[in-house]
């Protein structure tokens, strides 16, 4: 995997990438884990194993309004139950709001982030993007964003989908950091403990692709190390939603985990005859980390409606 290739003008050189290999799987407890959620642990997992490396579960609760009550423990008992163990202490992103703050203070004394009184409606006019502030009225408690040049394209290489370019200024502008209701942003926590728990690379769904600019940016202005990264493919419905937006996100049956791993394994572009003598959970995970091919993960999506066999609960 490659670091990032052109830094934004006027910007420092990335801080180095630790050594060794450390991945994660990093889930919002918004439901139980579906097929979607499945192929990116059981992918970040195997490419974790297939570098030697660590393989870390990180719980991104930061949006109450948004959680299902018990998902976190339930996600947690699906991931044990399909031998998908972390080599580390689960961490929760709800308890490290000191170290997210330290870094909006950071950027703050920088003049790199300012408050913003901005709502989405005063936004509508720049089809939400923000390049200055043009709030009708003085929030009690605004966002905190960051300031981002005009001039600012973020390229990097995907070990998946390739090079990846993105002009964060016209794209995407100023991006929220903290928002006006207190919680804290995904760009800002992700950034954060990647850093903060010496992640080098970072394996999810393609969903989050346009994300890894802003967080590149992010990575320099708090002189931070950028990590590898790889976005594998989604698992969608019939209708081409991704599908933890669609009714069929149905969670995963924890009486049958093989045929599960087995179809996750497929997805990811495997040789499926490679698990077929596979016995037990240890044993197809054993099996799977012999023969596992990263050059063989698909770019294009995965339709659900040609794994309802195995991705849904049985009637």
Request: aromatic share 6%; hydrophobic share 45%; glycine share 8%.
């Amino acid at each position: 995997m490659s670091p990032i290739i052109d830094p934004c003008p006027s910007e420092p050189a990335p801080a180095a990438v630790p050594s060794g290999y450390r991945g994660r799987f990093a889930p919002s407890p918004t439901g139980d884990l579906h097929a979607g959620s499945l192929l990116a642990a059981f992918g970040s997992w195997l490419l974790a194993r297939a570098a030697g490396g660590e393989w870390w579960v990180r719980i991104e609760d930061l949006d109450p309004p948004r959680e299902v009550a018990g998902a976190a423990e339930r996600q947690l008992d699906a991931l044990a139950n399909l031998g998908l163990h972390p080599d580390a202490p689960v961490v929760r992103q709800s308890g490290r709001g000191e170290l997210y703050q330290q870094a909006v203070d950071r950027l703050l004394a920088a003049g790199r982030a300012f408050a913003c009184h901005c709502s989405r409606t005063d936004l509508l006019a720049s089809g939400g993007i923000h390049r200055q502030c043009v709030a009708r009225i003085r929030r009690p408690r605004p966002a905190i964003r960051l300031r981002v040049a005009d001039v600012c394209r973020i390229e990097f290489v995907d070990a998946v989908r390739g090079r990846q370019s993105q002009d964060v200024a016209a794209e995407v502008g100023d991006f929220v950091l903290k928002r006006a209701d207190g919680y804290w942003a995904y760009q800002l926590a992700v950034v954060v403990d990647d850093a903060a728990q010496g992640i080098t690379d970072v394996v999810r769904g393609a969903d989050l692709l346009d994300s890894t600019p802003r967080q590149i940016l992010l990575q320099r202005a708090l002189g931070l190390p950028t990590p590898h990264y790889a976005h594998l493919p989604l698992v969608t419905d019939a209708a081409g939603n991704k599908l933890s937006k669609s009714d069929a996100a149905d969670p995963l049956d924890l009486a049958r985990p093989l045929p599960a791993l087995r179809q996750a394994w497929r997805a990811l572009g495997q040789d499926s005859a490679a698990l077929e003598r596979a016995i037990g959970v240890p044993g197809l995970l054993a099996a799977a980390r012999d023969r596992f091919d990263p050059q063989r993960i698909p770019k294009a999506a995965i339709s659900a409606a040609s794994h309802n066999t195995v991705f849904t609960i049985p009637d």
